[in-house]
């Protein structure tokens, strides 16, 4: 079945610092890919996305881009800032342009410090 | 505009009580999904509905029950309550079959004891 694995977190960072959080994903055809990002105490809110191989998705600073070959999602963003501090998950669906019967990563936990 | 709302925020249940978590939307939004997130799983899909008068399973159903109440509502029942479904609980909306972006409620906190 489909899948989808981030790295584990908590990843720390200091302020102004650089983002990665890699995200590898496993389907048939050709799937949708998101990032979701759900602040403390919150539901999750869709950061970015992207429905076709090679699309790159942006969203506030950060940016993702889709890659069948390597099957990969890695979110990232070049100057982190404390309101950034958040759980991220990457998830896939397995219609394309659909965001139907999502599956979801574990989620990354990032903080950002001063 | 409300967006996606659920009712409670908080429930306590002593094992074997039953409830119903509530879903309501003002979007307009045909699909209407219920996950649970527990640490380390992510959110996993417990019921899912394409359209008004239509449910389906998802990947964790077990425990559960769903009602298409009509377009706007989408409840989630637990008939006899067990500490495994101790989780946060959301139910999230979708345009059409499925849509391009998934739209969340705040969450629902249950604890069963």
């Known amino acids: 079945g489909d899948s989808v694995t981030q790295m584990e977190g908590p990843v720390t960072l200091s302020e102004e610092a650089f983002l990665t959080i890699n995200c590898t994903y496993t389907?048939?055809?050709?799937?949708?890919l998101f990032w979701y990002v759900q602040y403390p105490g919150e539901g999750l809110q869709l950061l970015l996305k992207?429905?076709?191989?090679?699309d790159k998705g942006s969203n506030k600073g950060f940016e993702a881009t889709y890659r069948k070959e390597t099957t990969s999602f890695h979110l990232e963003k070049g100057s982190v800032q404390v309101s950034d501090s958040a759980v991220y998950f990457c998830?896939?669906?397995?219609?394309?342009?659909?965001?139907?019967?999502?599956?979801f990563g574990t989620g990354t936990r990032l903080q950002v410090t001063l | 505009n409300a967006g996606v709302t659920q009712t409670p925020k908080f429930q306590v249940l002593k094992t074997g009580q039953s409830m119903t978590l509530q879903c309501a939307q003002d979007?307009?939004?045909?699909?209407m999904y219920w996950y649970r997130q527990d640490p380390g799983m992510g959110l996993r899909l417990i019921y899912y509905?394409?359209?008004?008068?239509?449910?389906d399973k998802g990947e964790v159903p077990n425990g559960y029950n769903v009602s298409r109440l009509n377009k706007r509502e989408f409840s989630l029942r637990l008939e006899s309550a067990a500490p495994s479904q101790t989780s946060v609980y959301f139910c999230?909306?979708?345009f059409g079959q499925g849509g391009d972006t998934q739209y969340f409620g705040p969450g629902t906190r249950l604890t069963v004891l």
């Open positions: 389907a048939t055809g050709y799937p949708s």
């Open positions: 992207a429905t076709k191989a090679d």
């Open positions: 998830a896939l669906s397995p219609l394309s342009g659909t965001a139907s019967k999502l599956t």
């Open positions: 979007m307009n939004h045909n699909s």
């Open positions: 999230a909306t979708a």
């Open positions: 509905s394409a359209s008004e008068g239509t449910t």
